[in-house]
DNA sequence: TTGAAAGCGCTAACAA
DNA sequence: TTGTTAGCGCTTTCAA
């Protein structure tokens, strides 16, 4: 800056004036400036910058993701970076890959760099030390789940609602026998999944104590084995629920193999990419991930803003029910 | 810090010293100023720290990939992410989205927020203007395919030798009409592979004259049209051969749409989600995104550290050919 | 409309 | 072993 200060023979303040363009500069120096910036290929610091500037701000926010790599992460990430990108801010990303340890440190590394906000994909765990970060201005947002231990908004899918439409529709279809399968029944996910489950089955007068209810399964594998296990036992059921991502496959694994894919309704929550392609296309609820990034760092963006701390909102995106073959099988 | 220092009863300089453990502080002072510290919740400010280090390292590097939210991207970005980490460097992620304009505009961004080091998958058009980053000294690591217009180290995958191994397997089955279907060949990537799979059918004396070879493929259904085509045609092939994972699930559909998914033979080029689900598994020429962008990053901070511009290595990454039934089919 | 001086939080270079 | 002074590149405050 001071090359171009020189070049352009004003001041440095006068050349800080032009690169952040603040009015009262007359238009032939503004002009000189900008040669001369452009003739050395001027790139202002923004580190240096915001180091002075009274709101301290970096213009960088922090993402904190379960896995970069997977399909509902990746999705919430382009989005984040999407709206970011509108507002000229930076986001960097990284995973958390499920360890609340790591979490921690990623924090920790984010809160040097001076980021100006927080989103986050809590992991099981306490998100209480976040209490530091608030306390220093900087806002947090949860994602996909609420964090514990904090007050702070969060952006989740309104997995009730949508579990209860995805049970909704095979009530229609005439099942009565409608298996769930669920996942570790201590995320919030898993229960406001299986609170939907119940909802719709209440709602039509089915007795949910007449169910297989399975929750806490923990893998893919685990999936396959425990639908194996109630495919071949005494109350088979018409239809099965399966309230997340990766217990879905499990179970196609487990129908298919045993050639039950065309007389078993199964609808899942959670969409995954060629669902169509399989045979049957599998029927979805599908999540929003791309909204929720989206929606996320416009509410970061005003907590940074308004700088309101605490304010435990919690925003709904809506799922979407999506029929596939899979999910028009009617009791036999 | 100074409040550190006040609390400690030392001066600055010595809180710098402790907080960067340098040697030749005595021990009593640093467990005094470790402890004001953490009593006053202190965390070093990275981005006043790098204005004044003599490196001016901001330990944070740019990547710049096609959409973090496709499956080949994600998985580079975990890469990046992971040799990054272990390296205690944060990572900048952002989507060009194919756009020239947008790549010149995020690297414009990056070069702001002072990183040290750029990763590009650089879009179709010149490269040449991250000559100012080199001159900068901020070095440029180009993955999935080599810039143009600039001198610069890339990773990418071994593309020639996958695509002949994937062509290789077929004519050992016995198939002597394979025909090709590859994307956009201005691509240097499209090129290598259609290099792999002539390279291919000469060895073994095929002459690809006598073969059905469609390339400039831009998108699923323009692919599922051009298979319907060849498939309804008089010289329908025993094999396909696909370039890319999008033309890839466009013969899939073209395939299954005339019930012959398991009388043609098929091998893609490039892994994706389940393709083993499908019916038959699709056979893949499989790259490793992950090591791709984890060799990158490594290949970055050599360049950062021994400040060598200019050196244009290409390191390639081996594929693996993964034999699913779809690549196992003989002809008849 | 423009500029001079001070200082953001930190580290380099030197001195004690 | 510890401290002092200057200054990184920029913006603030105040004066001209």
Redesign the interface.
């Known amino acids: 800056m001071r090359d171009v200060a020189a070049l352009a023979g004003v001041s440095l303040k006068t050349v800080s004036r032009v690169i952040n363009r603040e009015s009262g500069v007359s238009p032939e120096v503004v002009a000189r400036v900008d040669d001369a910036a452009a003739q050395l290929?001027y790139?202002?610091?923004?580190?240096?910058s915001?180091?002075r500037r009274s709101d301290g701000r970096?213009?960088?926010v922090g993402l904190l993701l379960e896995?970069?790599?997977?399909?509902f992460s990746?999705?919430a990430?382009?989005g984040v970076?999407y709206a970011a990108?509108q507002r000229?801010i930076?986001?960097?990303?990284?995973?958390t890959l499920g360890d609340s340890e790591r979490e921690r440190g990623l924090v920790?590394?984010?809160?040097?760099?001076?980021v100006d906000g927080l989103i986050v994909a809590p992991c099981p765990g306490d998100q209480g030390y976040l209490a530091?970060e608030l306390a220093?201005g900087v806002p947090v947002v949860f994602i996909d789940r609420p964090g514990r231990g904090l007050s702070a908004p969060s952006v989740v899918s309104d997995n009730m609602v949508g579990a209860r439409r995805g049970v909704e529709h095979l009530l229609t279809l005439g099942h009565r026998s409608i298996a769930f399968l669920g996942g570790i029944s201590a995320v919030a996910t898993a229960q406001e999944r299986f609170g939907g489950y119940t909802a719709a089955l209440a709602a039509a007068g089915v007795p949910s104590a007449d169910q297989t209810i399975v929750r806490d399964i923990g893998s893919i594998d685990m999936a396959a084995g425990v639908a194996g296990a109630i495919l071949d036992g005494p109350d088979r059921p018409t239809a099965i629920f399966s309230a997340q991502n990766q217990i879905t496959?499990g179970v196609?694994?487990a129908l298919r193999k045993r050639g039950l894919q065309h007389q078993i309704a199964l609808i899942g929550f959670d969409d995954?990419?060629?669902a169509d392609?399989?045979?049957p296309g599998v029927a979805v609820v599908a999540q929003d991930p791309?909204a929720i990034g989206e929606r996320a760092l416009q509410v970061l963006v005003d907590a940074m803003e308004e700088s309101v701390d605490g304010a435990t909102s919690e925003i709904l995106v809506p799922t979407t029910l999506i029929i596939r073959p899979s999910g028009e099988i009617r009791p036999e």
């Open positions: 290929d790139r202002p610091d923004m580190n240096a915001n180091l970096t213009g960088t896995d970069v790599a997977n399909e990746a999705a990430h382009a970076e990108r000229g930076a986001v960097l990303a990284s995973s920790r590394a984010l809160s040097l760099r001076r530091a220093q496959m196609v694994r995954f990419t060629l392609l399989l045979d791309r």
